[in-house]
């Protein structure tokens, strides 16, 4: 099991995209506000957690975030 997270920050906002690796499956959670939800979950090695976190980063830094 592993995880990813990504931090994105612009003036005063932070996201956070985290990627919980199990061994059924992936999750991806985002974080806005302080608040958490789910926003997407895969098959355990699926490229679909992976490609959803780049998805929202390239969203997040087209609006003018900046992801580490």
């Known amino acids: 099991a ?3 997270q990504v931090t994105c920050s ?3 906002y ?3 995209i985290n990627v919980q690796e199990g061994t059924s499956g992936c999750s991806v959670q985002y974080t806005k506000d302080g608040d958490t939800s789910e926003i ?3 098959y355990s090695r699926s490229p679909f957690c992976p ?3 780049q998805r929202v980063r ?3 830094e ?3 975030f900046k992801c580490n």
């Open 62 to 64: 087209s609006n003018g």
């Open 40 to 42: 997407g979950s895969g």
């Open 14 to 16: 932070t996201r956070e």
């Open 2 to 4: 592993g995880a990813q």
């Open 51 to 53: 490609e959803l976190v």
């Open 58 to 60: 390239t969203n997040l």
């Open 10 to 12: 612009y003036d005063t």
